[in-house]
């Protein structure tokens, strides 16, 4: 067999294989293929959202279970938290506004020391309060609002207190540390 032989056998079969994709109905089959990849595309766009979803939902589970062990972190004599918290609300009987600036002061502190032992991160108070929503905590507005109270108190030495708004700072503390089975 020679190389022309060769060349002509493989030119019979080169020839009917590219009659076959000349003459095939191309514009059906772009059709086809843009459908299937407008398909294909929905269907992993959807996917994708599933995948943020679930994986928001796997961060929520994780953190309810972070936040679940580590309220083992609490002391578990619950007394001698109690007793702390009960000389805070002595402050409160004084009247004298030294003593209900004091008390505002500790029951930051105290609310504060607990979501440290909590696990809650950050440099300070507000940026541990920045990482809880509503959703882990139903008072979060009325502890941002006692929060900045407290920072009057702190930052304003002009700043003067009712016994009212030191009440009201003071309950909204002691409601989250109901919530977060603390007292």
């Known amino acids: 067999m020679d190389i ?6 493989i030119k019979g079969i080169l020839i009917p294989v590219r009659d076959y994709f000349v003459f095939l109905d191309w514009p059906r ?3 086809a293929l843009k459908v299937i990849a407008v398909v294909v ?14 994986l928001n939902t796997i961060y929520k589970i994780r953190r309810a279970i972070e936040l679940f062990i580590a309220a083992r972190r ?12 009960q000389k ?12 209900l600036k004091l008390a505002v002061i500790e029951a930051d502190k105290f609310f504060d020391d607990i979501l440290k032992k909590i696990g809650y991160l950050g440099k300070d108070m507000g940026e541990r309060l920045r990482r809880i929503n509503s959703s882990q905590m139903a008072n979060i507005d009325d502890i941002w609002s006692a929060h ?5 108190i702190v930052h ?3 700043f003067r207190l009712t016994e009212f708004e030191t009440e009201r700072t003071v309950r909204a503390y002691k409601k989250a ?3 977060l089975e603390v007292l």
């Open 88 to 99: 805070i609300e002595d402050r409160l009987k004084s009247g004298q506004e030294a003593e």
């Open 4 to 9: 022309y032989q060769l060349a002509d056998i």
């Open 177 to 179: 540390l109901e919530e």
């Open 148 to 152: 900045k109270v407290r920072n009057n």
């Open 156 to 158: 304003d030495v002009d």
């Open 41 to 54: 595309s929905v269907l992993l766009f959807v996917g994708i959202i599933f995948v943020i979803l679930g």
């Open 74 to 85: 609490i002391p578990k004599k619950k007394k001698k938290l109690v007793k702390k918290w």
């Open 29 to 31: 089959i772009i059709a």
